[in-house]
């Protein structure tokens, strides 16, 4: 499977695609292996790395060291995805606002 372009980084996908799997797995599921996840992606293990650190802040899974990342329960996971969704909103937002703003103020901000 492979994740293709787009204004997301590729950390950022790999975590959309892993959202999309773990929607259908019940908590305490274990996620496929670091090594699993390169070769499905056919990213660097950092890029991975980075993709699962998403999840893991967003409480989506947990790490379990050395014996993997496994899905999170509850339901503080659906509150901090409502709220990441709404800062993603405003952050959205405010790139426009400050893309219009330098767009104003000519090339060399003058």
């Known amino acids: ?55 893991r802040a967003e409480g989506v899974i947990e790490s379990a060291g050395n014996l993997g990342n496994f899905v999170s329960g509850g339901a503080a996971q659906e509150d901090v995805r409502i709220d990441i969704k709404e800062l993603r909103s405003q952050i959205q937002a405010l790139t426009e606002r400050l893309e219009v703003l330098e767009s104003r103020s000519g090339p060399n901000g003058a």
């Open 1 to 55: 499977m492979t994740v293709t372009g787009g204004p997301k980084s590729k950390a950022e996908q790999v975590a959309d695609a892993l959202r999309v799997e773990i929607a259908g797995m019940a908590p305490g599921d274990r996620l496929p292996t670091q090594r699993e996840l390169v070769d499905r992606f056919g990213y660097a293990g950092q890029t991975i790395q980075n993709g699962l650190a998403l999840l």
